[in-house]
């Protein structure tokens, strides 16, 4: 079946650092990869996304690249601000499941002043 | 534009009690997804509506979980009775149609004692 595998939190950095959360995903054919970010009280919003290979998602300075061989979509940001600070997700979603959301566990990040 | 909004947003009760969740999507939104997330594990899809049709209620754990969506306006999670391992946050989100982007509510947080 379809599953996402993100690296384990929390991840802690200082303002300005370089950020990566690593995802992988298990899934046949070709899902569409999402990351989604849930700030603190809030719910879940879409960060950026991919719908097909070598496909980048951008959005407030972060990045994620569809790579099929290597079934990944890493998350990165050259320099995280505090307001950064969240629980990020990455997901996918394939069309013969009515696009329902596939998830993986999450990774909290905190950036420090 | 209102978003997608749920209610309650935090509800205590105790086991085997009855408790019903809402959401109410993005007005003019066809589909309708319930996820849920248990403690330290990952966002998992309950079911999908269309309108007012359950397309996929794959992700239904148990026949204690009913969901309607009368009229194809707003859905009904209800749990009937509670046990200890349906705690945990419920998450619902609309998409337009079907491929569109997942818009989230800040979720209910479901605590059985």
């Known amino acids: 079946g379809n599953s996402v595998t993100q690296m384990e939190g929390p991840v802690t950095l200082s303002e300005e650092a370089f950020l990566t959360i690593n995802c992988t995903y298990t899934?046949?054919?070709?899902?569409?990869l999402f990351w989604y970010v849930q700030y603190p009280g809030e719910g879940l919003q879409l960060l950026l996304k991919?719908?097909?290979?070598?496909d980048k998602g951008s959005n407030k300075g972060f990045e994620a690249t569809y790579r099929k061989e290597t079934t990944s979509f890493h998350l990165e940001k050259g320099s995280v601000q505090v307001s950064d600070s969240a629980v990020y997700f990455c997901?996918?979603?394939?069309?013969?499941?009515?696009?329902?959301?596939?998830f993986g566990k999450g990774t909290s990040l905190l950036v420090t002043p | 534009e209102a978003g997608v909004t749920q209610f309650p947003s935090h509800s205590v009760i105790e086991k085997g009690q009855t408790v019903t969740l809402r959401c109410d999507p993005i007005?003019?939104?066809?589909?309708l997804y319930w996820y849920r997330r248990v403690m330290g594990k990952e966002i998992k899809f309950l079911l999908h509506?269309?309108?007012?049709?359950?397309?996929?209620e794959s992700g239904m754990p148990n026949n204690r979980f009913l969901a309607e969506r009368t009229g194809g306006t707003y859905s009904t999670l209800k749990v009937q009775p509670a046990e200890l391992e349906d705690s945990g946050v419920y998450f619902c989100?609309?998409?337009?149609?079907?491929?569109?982007?997942?818009?989230f509510g800040a979720g209910t947080r479901l605590s059985v004692l």
């Open positions: 509506f269309v309108k007012e049709s359950k397309q996929d």
């Open positions: 899934a046949t054919g070709y899902p569409s």
């Open positions: 991919a719908t097909k290979a070598d």
């Open positions: 989100a609309s998409s337009q149609e079907q491929g569109n982007i997942q818009y």
């Open positions: 007005s003019g939104h066809d589909n």
């Open positions: 997901a996918l979603s394939r069309s013969n499941s009515g696009y329902a959301l596939n």
